[in-house]
């Protein structure tokens, strides 16, 4: 009989880092594990449909999803006991499993205690990015729930070395698992540069604070102005719809209307990444960054802001410094374009077909 593992969503399934990870796992180890999957969203995904095939079941319990932000900042302090409630129900009506895999971070701590108490064997904690600045209620409540976290977590794993130490602690024994991604999708496409062409950049990602598009809008045009013909194609779902509206608006007050594209999330993203020049990464923090290994494995060279791990770099990135200004790292692309040569880049320990053997041996732990 099959081990049963109950995957735990950062959110919903659409098609982001996390959940490209979990889907990863399932399509490769469906024929040795039953899946199921805990979702925060009542909104269907990008993934869906496909998780579905695979026999398993998708559970929901939803965060608050209206645009109140007063009831949002309730619903994140009442959550863990919401949370408790219904999946105590799915632990009481469901067979009971022998993997719970938590992709939620600082959420996870509850989930894992529950689990604890229904007698689930192996409890994984998986750490996917480095945590900012808080207020004190926030951070005073995350500490709380770390300290749950890894009394009740059995296994804990994250992307990174800043990742895990942000949210487990360094105080903590915790194991790296490389961040994958699907080699049968990201190959090398033989592409050459042509300096005498529209240089067209790319970034990847949630529309966003965090990933910083205005500063990729304002490269793009620094860009220009030092006389190459250049667009931006920017790709992610919008996850604030307030932070996109800046961009846009960037865009208009910097007439660039008619030289960016945006893409949804749900994109044949390898595709766009093969037919684009340079891939651009401006994030003020990444737990890792695997869009920078999926840019890298298309044969793309990467301009990306030094908070990201160097463990992205297979070969092929530039790590810049956001403090130097939009104009630095245009003229870093520039002098890049007109001096073109391939990289040597070597994904290989970032494969998919690799890396999962580490989720099988997690799984098979007794």
Not at 152 to 176: H, M, N, P, W
């Amino acid at each position: 009989m099959k081990k049963r593992v109950l995957l735990v969503s950062c959110e919903g399934l659409g098609n982001g880092g996390v959940q490209a990870i979990m889907m990863g796992i399932v399509r490769k180890l469906s024929d040795d594990f039953h899946f199921d999957m805990l979702l925060f969203t009542s909104e269907k995904r990008y993934y869906d449909d496909e998780f579905l095939t695979f026999g398993g079941k998708i559970f929901r319990i939803p965060n608050y999803e209206g645009n109140c932000s007063f009831l949002k900042r309730i619903d994140y302090y009442v959550r863990d006991i919401r949370v408790f409630m219904q999946l105590k129900s799915i632990f009481n009506k469901e067979e009971p499993y022998d993997v719970i895999h938590c992709n939620r971070e600082y959420e996870n701590a509850i989930i894992l205690k529950l689990a604890a108490k229904y007698q689930i064997p192996i409890r994984i904690a998986q750490a996917h990015i480095i945590h900012g600045k808080r207020n004190a209620v926030c951070t005073l409540l995350d500490k709380f729930r770390q300290k749950i976290a890894n009394k009740y977590a059995t296994e804990r794993i994250g992307c990174s070395e800043s990742a895990c130490v942000s949210l487990f602690s360094k105080d903590v024994k915790y194991q790296i698992v490389n961040n994958f991604y699907n080699d049968d999708i990201f190959y090398p496409r033989n592409k050459e540069v042509e300096t005498n062409k529209v240089l067209t950049l790319v970034q990847v990602g949630a529309i966003s604070n965090i990933k910083n598009q205005k500063f990729s809008v304002e490269v793009l045009e620094n860009i220009r102005n030092l006389g190459i013909d250049a667009k931006l194609r920017i790709i992610g779902f919008d996850m604030d719809g307030d932070y996109k509206q800046q961009v846009l608006n960037k865009i208009i007050e910097l007439s660039l209307k008619e030289y960016v594209e945006f893409y949804p999330g749900d994109i044949e993203i390898s595709h766009v990444l093969s037919t684009s020049d340079c891939f651009i990464m401006p994030s003020y923090h990444e737990g890792f960054g695997i869009a920078l290994i999926e840019a890298q494995a298309v044969g793309l060279h990467s301009f990306a802001s030094d908070t990201i791990p160097p463990s992205t770099n297979c070969g092929g990135v530039d790590y810049l410094s956001l403090s130097l200004g939009s104009l630095y790292w245009a003229t870093k692309i520039v002098d890049w374009f007109k001096c073109y040569k391939p990289d040597a880049i070597d994904t290989s320990k970032y494969k998919m077909s690799l890396v999962i053997n580490q989720y099988k041996h997690l799984y098979n732990k007794s």
